[in-house]
């Protein structure tokens, strides 16, 4: 540890002719930050004393005993206390050039010379708070691994599921998203058990809030993991999506969880008009308090893989590319969260997050209302194998990925590292 020197004059006020034994007699520990105090000084005729401030001790720290007059009067009779010398500057190593230095008004890196200085010019902070936390539920009693999503299962809901809420609870996160695997015998064309109240998720909200009553919990409102055809609505025989008639089902579906106790619904559907008809119906019921988080700008995207291995949720056909956007797009973002803004969206969504950090700054841009980022499986799943391969740092990659949702524009991001990060971020703290 390195040492502090501070040289004292003997012949200062209250402390002239005291003896050296006065403060030479404390006794090596730890615990104090005073290690000795001994005479510095044989060639003058004050006796000076050096405090090393080094190892502490068990012995309090004993001051000079002088008021801050006295203090003051010492320094203007020029017996200052001597503080420790500047440091000294580092030296280059052999054979670094000689060079004038480059006459610049302002270097940047100033303000990144230290760990203090680099947190306090931070601009964007990101904490368990942050997260909603995207669980998979199923009508089993066991928790099922999910094979392409390391970490992830398929919650039993009457006990993996409230264990897992309670230890995302534990650090901070205290926002969930419930996805359901239902049973394919439930499955229809037209998505019926979507709005039954006493279905998996309903289900599961009950027992949430019963148990967790300030849990803030988001749910999914689409038909696919409903449909025996595994699209986001009612498919004609022809294969068109039918929206209109999709968006009664959704209405339907919202309200029943709405009605279970849910927070915040959230249309992924990306059917047109489906945020004010749900509004609407909302309203009507008496719900005018729960909110919708509108899948705003959800990309047909390649990422999704995994989750719908989670859900057993793939298209038995075509794809999606009808009603979700295409990648290529960055205008008619704008064009959609236009209209849900119009429609009384309370909060928008991207999906994919970290592909698409331009469509989040471009919401966060032009948009007053709150900006969601959804980090989906197929984010998630490349983090996690690049680590089991040591390709990558798996902690840093993740909170790396989660900073830059933040430093885009996200407010809340929806991750399946919630529970994980939010650990690192506690340890830190």
Request: with cysteine; glycine share 6%; aromatic share 6%.
């Amino acid at each position: 540890m390195a040492s502090n020197v501070v040289n004292f004059p003997c012949n200062i006020g209250a402390i002239k002719g005291l003896d050296c034994a006065t403060f030479a007699g404390f006794k090596p520990s730890v615990n104090q930050s005073f290690l000795c105090v001994r005479p510095v000084d044989k060639a003058c005729n004050r006796r000076l004393f050096t405090v090393r401030a080094s190892e502490k001790h068990d012995t309090p720290i004993r001051k000079t005993g002088l008021s801050d007059e006295e203090c003051e009067a010492a320094v203007v009779a020029g017996n200052a206390p001597e503080a420790p010398p500047p440091p000294p500057r580092p030296a280059a190593p052999a054979g670094t050039p000689v060079v004038s230095s480059i006459p610049l008004e302002r270097r940047p890196r100033r303000n990144r010379r230290s760990p203090a200085l680099r947190a306090a010019f931070q601009e964007t902070s990101i904490s368990p708070a942050n997260f909603v936390y995207p669980l998979f539920i199923h009508e089993g009693e066991e928790d099922t691994p999910i094979g392409a999503m390391p970490g992830c299962y398929r919650l039993g809901w009457r006990h993996g599921l409230v264990e897992e809420v309670s230890k995302a609870r534990d650090v901070g996160v205290n926002s969930i998203v419930l996805f359901p695997k239902v049973p394919d015998a439930l499955k229809t064309p037209t998505g019926d058990e979507a709005y039954n109240e006493n279905g998996l998720v309903p289900r599961a909200i009950r027992l949430l809030k019963d148990k967790y009553p300030d849990l803030v919990i988001y749910t999914d409102v689409a038909l696919d993991p409903y449909s025996s055809d595994g699209h986001d609505g009612i498919v004609r025989e022809d294969g068109v999506i039918m929206n209109d008639e999709t968006v009664h089902q959704l209405c339907k579906q919202a309200v029943a969880q709405a009605r279970a106790g849910a927070d915040v619904v959230s249309p992924s559907d990306m059917m047109d008009g489906r945020v004010g008809e749900i509004r609407s119906s909302l309203d009507a019921e008496g719900f005018q308090h729960v909110s919708i988080m509108s899948y705003t700008a959800k990309y047909a995207s390649a990422f999704y893989g995994p989750f719908r291995e989670a859900l057993d949720s793939n298209p038995r056909f075509g794809d999606k590319k009808t009603y979700q956007m295409n990648p290529a797009n960055y205008r008619e973002a704008l064009v959609e969260a236009q209209e849900d803004e119009s429609e009384g969206a309370d909060i928008l969504l991207v999906k994919p997050g970290l592909p698409y950090l331009d469509i989040i700054s471009l919401l966060r841009e032009k948009s007053p209302l709150p900006i969601a980022a959804y980090q989906v499986s197929g984010e998630y799943s490349m983090i996690k194998a690049g680590g089991v391969l040591k390709m990558i740092d798996e902690e840093k990659v993740m909170m790396e990925s989660l900073m830059c949702l933040r430093r885009a524009g996200a407010d809340i991001i929806l991750t399946y590292f919630a529970l994980q990060a939010a650990r690192c971020l506690c340890a830190e703290k």
